[in-house]
């Protein structure tokens, strides 16, 4: 099989740049509206909020203070009649943005700040149900497993689960299996893909339904997309991606397999990635940053540094080579305390989930 990967060579950064990471995510989050008008792509607004706002929280206890008024002023202008919410004001309404706007809503806690009629929103998301369990991402009917996600997700963070018949959705989200690698594709009979089944484990995890799927399996497709420099592409064949360091991570650790990967190496990859001038984080080393890529390096982080720091049967293999500049040990304690704990399936906070009665499956091995 063919191997695409990039070269570690060069310079590259070793170290966290905490500091520089939060002055860049804040230039998107402060006086939101005229920096995102120049700095974002308009119809995915309501995403880059979500994604800015998750990464500063990961890193900034002062979090709450930023901009918090305006974004949810800007959330109220982007509710439609019909309950669902738009990337922008004045875009029409769709299920991602509707998820990212609940999300960001959830982190502030403002769910019950009257910006959202709770009731109008489910009925929104249920109009979108279809019969055979599916879900539309928008009333133009395109179909897609990331829908199912954003449905149950966000229904769940609503406390309105019980809007839809779970047991039919999951069913759908099953039909999207491929029982040849365990991994799960946009639509019946598509190739499986990191991002989609971080969307299908995150839904059977609030649905409870873990244990249709072949773990070990998956768990190692999920580990075969470690590639030599350390990062992970999200399907064979193709170039890593810093935004893997999320979608194959949170799928290892939904399906308690994390440790399956060489963690040491992707911390290398990770770092790599990052601007040393600017901050943020790009999709590979050398690349320009973007705050979706600086969200995904940091949550990567999280759930590798959280678990490293917590697991005490967890230790640095002998074989790893101590000459190449890193201090793995002192590192993941370091950025542990420096990045919050992410929740694997909702990709908030684990202090945030916390607060919500949210009941989640995950699986050990
Ligand atoms: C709450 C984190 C969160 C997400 C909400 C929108 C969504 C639900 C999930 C998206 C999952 C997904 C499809 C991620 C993949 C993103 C990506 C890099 C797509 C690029 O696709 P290709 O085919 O990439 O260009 P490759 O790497 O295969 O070449």
């Given at each position: 099989?063919?191997?695409?990967?990039?070269?570690?060579?060069?310079?590259?950064?070793?170290?966290l740049?905490?500091?520089?990471h939060?002055?860049?995510?804040?230039?998107?989050?402060?006086?939101?509206?005229?920096?995102?008008?120049q700095?974002?792509?308009?119809?995915?607004?309501?995403?880059?909020i979500?994604?800015t706002?998750?990464?500063?929280?990961?890193?900034?206890?002062?979090?709450?203070?930023?901009?918090?008024?305006?974004?949810?002023?800007?959330?109220?202008?982007?509710v439609?009649?019909?309950?669902?919410?738009?990337?922008?004001?004045?875009?029409?309404?769709?299920?991602?943005?509707t998820?990212?706007?609940?999300?960001?809503?959830?982190?502030?806690?403002?769910?019950?700040?009257?910006?959202?009629?709770i009731d109008?929103?489910?009925q929104?998301?249920?109009?979108?149900?279809?019969?055979?369990?599916?879900?539309?991402g928008?009333?133009?009917?395109?179909?897609d497993?990331?829908?199912?996600?954003?449905?149950?997700?966000?229904?769940?963070?609503?406390?309105?689960?019980?809007?839809?018949?779970?047991?039919?959705?999951?069913?759908?989200?099953?039909?999207?299996?491929?029982?040849?690698?365990?991994?799960?594709?946009?639509?019946p009979?598509?190739?499986?893909?990191?991002?989609?089944?971080?969307?299908?484990?995150?839904?059977?995890?609030?649905?409870?339904?873990l244990?249709?799927?072949?773990a070990?399996?998956l768990?190692?497709?999920?580990?075969?997309?470690?590639?030599?420099?350390?990062g992970?592409?999200?399907?064979?064949?193709?170039?890593?991606?810093l935004?893997?360091s999320?979608?194959?991570?949170?799928?290892?650790?939904?399906?308690g397999?994390?440790?399956?990967?060489?963690?040491?190496?992707?911390l290398?990859?990770?770092?790599?990635?990052?601007?040393?001038?600017?901050?943020g984080f790009?999709?590979?080393?050398?690349?320009?940053v973007?705050?979706?890529?600086?969200l995904?390096g940091?949550?990567?982080?999280?759930?590798?540094?959280?678990?490293?720091?917590?697991?005490?049967?967890e230790?640095?293999?002998?074989d790893?080579?101590?000459?190449?500049?890193?201090?793995?040990?002192?590192?993941?304690?370091?950025?542990?305390?420096?990045?919050?704990?992410?929740?694997?399936?909702?990709c908030?906070?684990?202090?945030?989930?916390?607060?919500?009665?949210?009941k989640?499956?995950?699986?050990s091995?």
């Open positions: 099989m063919l191997t695409r990967d990039v070269e570690m060579t060069g310079s590259l950064p070793k170290e740049l905490l500091s520089k939060i002055h860049f995510l804040r230039k998107y989050a402060d006086n939101s509206n005229e920096n995102y008008e700095l974002m792509v308009e119809y995915l607004r309501m995403s880059g979500y994604w706002t998750t990464a500063l929280q990961l890193m900034d206890s002062d979090f709450d203070k930023a901009g918090r008024a305006d974004i949810l002023a800007m959330i109220k202008t982007c439609h009649p019909n309950g669902g919410i738009s990337a922008a004001k004045g875009h029409d309404p769709h299920l991602l943005y998820f990212s706007a609940i999300q960001i809503m959830v982190s502030y806690d403002a769910l019950n700040d009257q910006i959202i009629d109008k929103t489910a929104y998301i249920r109009s979108l149900h279809k019969s055979d369990g599916s879900f539309m928008d009333s133009w009917g395109e179909v497993i990331r829908f199912s996600f954003a449905g149950i997700g966000s229904l769940a963070l609503l406390g309105r689960l019980d809007t839809i018949d779970l047991d039919k959705t999951i069913d759908y989200v099953m039909l999207c299996y491929n029982t040849i690698d365990g991994g799960f594709g946009s639509r009979g598509s190739e499986s893909h990191a991002g989609l089944i971080y969307c299908s484990l995150a839904s059977l995890s609030i649905a409870g339904q244990d249709r799927i072949d070990d399996l768990g190692w497709w999920l580990a075969e997309r470690q590639l030599p420099s350390g992970l592409n999200g399907r064979p064949e193709k170039l890593p991606d935004c893997y999320w979608w194959v991570l949170a799928s290892l650790t939904i399906i397999r994390l440790h399956w990967i060489d963690k040491h190496k992707l290398r990859f990770i770092l790599a990635t990052q601007d040393e001038e600017t901050g790009g999709d590979r080393p050398g690349n320009m973007d705050p979706f890529h600086t995904f940091l949550t990567g982080l999280s759930l590798l540094s959280h678990q490293y720091s917590c697991d005490p049967n230790s640095i293999p002998v790893h080579n101590t000459d190449d500049g890193f201090d793995y040990a002192n590192q993941w304690k370091s950025i542990s305390e420096k990045i919050k704990q992410i929740n694997p399936v909702f908030m906070t684990q202090s945030v989930i916390n607060r919500t009665n949210i989640l499956q995950y699986l091995l």
